[in-house]
């Protein structure tokens, strides 16, 4: 059986040469139909509409609670990966697999999916009510994998209300009063990059040494230069593909496991909104090919001898590079206390928190202000006893006391440090 020529999904183009046919894609509105087929999901008793439950995977009418139990093929880390090649990319699916609208935020410009039947009157990246809804295109990319939605909307609630109540510099009120609202499951479109990296480097590695004696004793730092060669295997990268959520709760949140990758369906999107990538591939993968290269540069500073190092040069080869486009499932929330709104989210697949939090100044305060007290008394102590009498134990106390107030100085940078990331947004 002879292939058809050209193959589907391909037409003539301009030619450099005489006499030599060249044929590309087609625009994907252009493509064949089959491309972006498209399924509904009707409950066989009533003919409403189903949705997908996190709890067990299968789908439930939102009319009559009739209840299908489906079985999930989990593929993990087994998910097919593509080579950079533009066959690749051409070659990959497009449109949802279902027929969803899309809502065009007029404020943020984030560009949701959902569900045909479903009323929304809020974006719910930032909650305006400006909103423009037409038919969600067919022509984007489609994941061939995501990682399905098992945490539900009570277990975010309970989650929530754990990390409320776990750090000491909130108010010990907030996990009781916060006034938290409604879950919004969503799911988010991420890359994974696999890739090998091959790196030399050298630097300069300091050992520190003391010399001379009594008065004239000190410390030095002698300078060696170390060199070495590093080989990485990078799996399951993780960049997101959305601009619309604060990249710092996102990395907070993302503890995606990709052994629970399952082979994408139109199903799992049933009843849930799904955002679509604006990050493209190649913006991506910059950002991939950075955080490889960041984890590689690591990887060369951990051989040195010892942690001073200056002069660090590196040099790095990337192989075996690859990729995928799979979607994460996230909750995306706020509470409220003291007549102030504060946002959350909460990792879809693992349970796990990120957001903003109030902080207890004054608690906190106090709370530095005693790490200095030990430091503060002993140097009182020293100052009186150099009073009395003087040699060794005035010095050694006085050096004690120092000591003291340094780590009571280091713990209170790191506090305020740590306090003001309870804010990032």
Request: hydrophobic content about 40%.
């Given at each position: 059986?002879?292939?058809?020529?050209?193959?589907?999904?391909?037409?003539?183009?301009?030619?450099?040469?005489?006499?030599?046919?060249?044929?590309?894609?087609?625009?994907?509105?252009?493509?064949?139909?089959?491309?972006?087929?498209?399924?509904?999901?009707?409950?066989?008793?009533?003919?409403?509409?189903?949705?997908?439950?996190?709890?067990?995977?299968?789908?439930?009418?939102?009319?009559?609670?009739y209840h299908e139990v489906r079985e999930i093929e989990i593929v993990g880390r087994q998910a097919e990966e593509y080579e950079f090649t533009l066959e690749a990319v051409q070659s990959a699916a497009h449109g949802w697999g279902m027929e969803r609208l899309e809502i065009q935020c007029q404020n943020c410009g984030a560009?949701?999916?959902?569900?045909?039947?479903?009323?929304?009157?809020?974006?719910?990246?930032?909650?305006?009510?400006?909103?423009?809804?037409?038919?969600?295109?067919?022509?984007?990319?489609?994941?061939?994998?995501?990682?399905?939605?098992?945490?539900?909307?009570?277990?975010?609630?309970?989650?929530?209300?754990?990390?409320?109540?776990?750090?000491?510099?909130?108010?010990?009120?907030?996990?009781?009063?916060?006034?938290?609202?409604?879950?919004?499951?969503?799911?988010?479109?991420?890359?994974?990059?696999?890739?090998?990296?091959?790196?030399?480097?050298?630097?300069?590695?300091?050992?520190?040494?003391?010399?001379?004696?009594?008065?004239?004793?000190?410390?030095?730092?002698?300078?060696?230069?170390?060199?070495?060669?590093?080989?990485?295997?990078?799996?399951?990268?993780?960049?997101?593909?959305?601009?619309?959520?604060?990249?710092?709760?996102?990395?907070?949140?993302?503890?995606?496991?990709?052994?629970?990758?399952?082979?994408?369906?139109?199903?799992?999107?049933?009843?849930?909104?799904?955002?679509?990538?604006?990050?493209?591939?190649?913006?991506?993968?910059?950002?991939?090919?950075?955080?490889?290269?960041?984890?590689?540069?690591?990887?060369?500073?951990?051989?040195?001898?010892?942690?001073?190092?200056?002069?660090?040069?590196?040099?790095?080869?990337?192989?075996?590079?690859?990729?995928?486009?799979?979607?994460?499932?996230?909750?995306?929330?706020?509470?409220?206390?003291?007549?102030?709104?504060?946002?959350?989210?909460?990792?879809?697949?693992?349970?796990?928190?990120?957001?903003?939090?109030?902080?207890?100044?004054?608690?906190?305060?106090?709370?530095?202000?005693?790490?200095?007290?030990?430091?503060?008394?002993?140097?009182?102590?020293?100052?009186?006893?150099?009073?009395?009498?003087?040699?060794?134990?005035?010095?050694?106390?006085?050096?004690?006391?120092?000591?003291?107030?340094?780590?009571?100085?280091?713990?209170?940078?790191?506090?305020?440090?740590?306090?003001?990331?309870?804010?990032?947004?």
């Amino acid at each position: 059986m002879s292939t058809p020529f050209p193959p589907p999904g391909f037409a003539p183009t301009t030619s450099a040469l005489e006499g030599i046919e060249v044929y590309a894609p087609l625009p994907p509105e252009q493509r064949p139909a089959e491309q972006a087929e498209v399924v509904t999901f009707k409950c066989p008793n009533c003919g409403a509409d189903r949705a997908y439950s996190a709890a067990d995977g299968g789908l439930r009418c939102t009319f009559c609670g009739y209840h299908e139990v489906r079985e999930i093929e989990i593929v993990g880390r087994q998910a097919e990966e593509y080579e950079f090649t533009l066959e690749a990319v051409q070659s990959a699916a497009h449109g949802w697999g279902m027929e969803r609208l899309e809502i065009q935020c007029q404020n943020c410009g984030a560009a949701t999916t959902l569900p045909p039947d479903e009323l929304t009157t809020f974006c719910p990246f930032c909650h305006s009510a400006k909103l423009v809804q037409r038919q969600a295109p067919q022509d984007v990319l489609r994941p061939r994998f995501l990682i399905p939605l098992t945490v539900t909307p009570d277990g975010c609630h309970g989650f929530t209300r754990e990390w409320l109540g776990s750090s000491w510099m909130t108010p010990r009120e907030l996990k009781a009063e916060a006034v938290i609202r409604n879950f919004t499951p969503l799911y988010l479109p991420y890359w994974t990059f696999d890739a090998i990296t091959n790196a030399s480097w050298k630097a300069e590695v300091g050992r520190t040494k003391t010399v001379g004696s009594g008065k004239n004793r000190r410390t030095t730092t002698v300078w060696r230069w170390e060199s070495g060669h590093v080989n990485l295997q990078h799996d399951d990268v993780f960049i997101s593909g959305t601009t619309k959520i604060s990249e710092i709760l996102l990395q907070r949140a993302t503890n995606y496991r990709a052994d629970g990758l399952v082979p994408y369906e139109a199903s799992f999107l049933a009843g849930i909104k799904a955002h679509a990538y604006e990050r493209d591939l190649n913006t991506a993968w910059e950002l991939g090919r950075s955080t490889i290269r960041e984890r590689t540069k690591q990887a060369c500073m951990s051989q040195a001898s010892t942690r001073k190092i200056r002069n660090f040069s590196m040099q790095v080869d990337f192989a075996d590079e690859k990729w995928r486009y799979v979607l994460v499932p996230v909750y995306i929330s706020a509470y409220t206390y003291e007549d102030q709104r504060y946002q959350v989210l909460v990792n879809g697949q693992t349970g796990t928190v990120a957001g903003q939090r109030p902080v207890a100044w004054p608690k906190v305060s106090a709370v530095m202000a005693l790490t200095f007290i030990p430091g503060l008394l002993v140097l009182c102590l020293a100052l009186f006893a150099g009073a009395v009498v003087s040699g060794d134990a005035f010095e050694a106390a006085g050096v004690f006391a120092l000591m003291l107030l340094g780590a009571a100085f280091t713990f209170t940078v790191n506090t305020v440090n740590k306090a003001l990331s309870f804010d990032d947004a």
